[in-house]
Nanobody, 120 residues
Framework: QVQLVESGGGLVQPGGSLRLSCAAS????????MGWYRQAPGKQREMVAT???????NYADSVKGRFTISRDNAKNSVYLQMDNVKPEDTAVYYC??????????????WGQGTQVTVSS
C-alpha cells in the first residue's frame, strides 16, 4: 500500500516562490517514477512535471524554466520548486505515483492535494 502526503502549498504573490513536498510510504519509492499534477477550478487535471527513478525530469511547456522537480530517495520524498509563479499557476497540486506492473504497483496513487494560490 502506498500513501502520498503533500505539503507546502499556500498563498504567494506573482513572481514569488514556493516549494511543494510529497512524502511517500512504501519501499518501492526509489524505483518508481513520480509526478506532480495540478487542477484549476473548472479545468481538467494536467501534468506539471515528472521524474524518473534515475532523476530524469520532464516538464509541461507552461512551467519550463520556472519549476524544478527533484527527489530524495533517502527521505522517500519528491519536491516541486516553483519560482516566478504566475496567477495562472493557481490550482490544487497533486503528487502522483503511476501504476507499474514491474514494481507490483497495480494502480495509480494520488495524494490529497495542496492548494496553491498566486495573487497580489
Amino acid at each position: 500500500q502506498v500513501q502520498l502526503v503533500e505539503s507546502g502549498g499556500g498563498l504567494v504573490q506573482p513572481g514569488g516562490s514556493l516549494r511543494l513536498s510529497c512524502a511517500a510510504s512504501g519501499s518501492i519509492f526509489r524505483f518508481a517514477h513520480m509526478g506532480w499534477y495540478r487542477q484549476a477550478p473548472g479545468k481538467q487535471r494536467e501534468m506539471v512535471a515528472t521524474i524518473t527513478d534515475s532523476g530524469e525530469a520532464n516538464y509541461a511547456d507552461s512551467v519550463k524554466g520556472r519549476f524544478t522537480i527533484s527527489r530524495d530517495n533517502a527521505k522517500n520524498s519528491v519536491y516541486l520548486q516553483m519560482d516566478n509563479v504566475k496567477p495562472e499557476d493557481t490550482a490544487v497540486y497533486y503528487c502522483n505515483l503511476p501504476s507499474n506492473l514491474r514494481l507490483g504497483v497495480l494502480r495509480t496513487y494520488w495524494g490529497q492535494g495542496t492548494q496553491v494560490t498566486v495573487s497580489s
